[in-house]
């Protein structure tokens, strides 16, 4: 699948080769993935597979759910839309301040939000700063063309897919493959707009271990996670990372891949 014109820090497309191991073992099974995100995994999905994929942002799950739907018109309004929009400081301003709307309006929201903020982050600032002082200006990612073409591309990939705005609990319940990419432990406040809590994590892992399905569920290196997993098996996969979102200075730090197989 092209790459999803979502973005988020770091993005999961950096660890799905590494993924690739443990999810075609089950190329049979239905896909439920209750983190989507930015849809990073979802280049690991086999073509006519049953798929459940979710958000707990509104704006990302609409999108989602939008492009995924086999009636095409509203897909059709977001291209077009997508197509008028010119990025500026204000538009960000405006766009910052929806917080309930249709379903077309909370997809265009978030897409928009994902390409003009700082760090792909929708509830940061505009790139650039609002006196747009940087060399980089509020639209130096928005490539209307290039997200149109991205758009096809993703619609063809997750066409018929359920998709669910809705906490990871709720998800879960679906039988299949789980794959999952929660906020991290660690930085999950920087890079996350729902971030999890001590408890959040804990409930996920209940999730996931109470299910009598397998699960793929990828993690920071921290003890927590450690200890609420000590009886699956994990690996480990360098990484680094970048939260400032240059390329100098990268931290090296190790992220965990998580299975009960």
């Known amino acids: 699948m092209t790459e999803s014109p979502w973005r988020y820090p770091g993005g999961k497309r950096r660890l799905a080769p590494a993924l690739a191991q443990f999810t075609d073992l089950r190329l049979g099974m239905p ?3 209750p983190f989507v995100g930015g ?4 280049s690991l ?3 006519g597979r049953r798929m459940t994929i979710a958000d707990f942002d509104p704006r990302v799950a609409a999108w989602w759910a939008l492009v995924a739907d086999p009636d095409g018109e509203e897909f059709d309004q977001l291209l077009f839309m997508l197509a008028e929009t010119l990025p500026t400081v204000d538009l960000h301003t405006q766009l910052q301040s ?3 709307a249709p379903r077309l309006t909370l997809a265009y929201t978030g ?3 994902n390409r003009i903020s700082f760090s792909a982050v929708p509830d940061a600032g505009p790139i650039g700063g609002k006196e747009q002082t940087s060399r980089y200006g509020v639209g130096c990612r928005f490539n209307s063309d290039r997200l149109i073409a ?4 993703v619609r063809r990939a997750v066409y018929g897919a359920r998709v669910l705005h809705a906490d990871f609990e709720k998800t879960l319940r679906s039988k299949g493959l789980a794959v999952c990419d929660p906020p991290y432990v660690k930085a999950g406040s920087q890079l996350y707009t729902h971030a999890f809590g001590a408890e959040d994590h804990r409930r996920l892992a209940r999730a996931l271990l109470d299910r009598d399905q397998p699960f ?3 993690y920071d290196d921290h003890e927590v996670v450690r200890e609420l997993y000590r009886e699956c098996t994990i690996t480990e996969i360098p990484a680094r990372y970048s939260i400032c979102g240059v390329k100098v200075g990268w931290d090296r730090k190790t992220e965990l891949v998580i299975t009960n197989g």
């Open 111 to 113: 897409i928009v939000l």
């Open 98 to 100: 929806i917080t309930e």
């Open 150 to 153: 991205q758009h096809r591309d």
């Open 216 to 218: 793929v569920l990828t």
């Open 31 to 33: 896909w439920v993935e």
């Open 39 to 42: 849809g990073g995994f979802l």
């Open 45 to 47: 999905v086999g073509g």
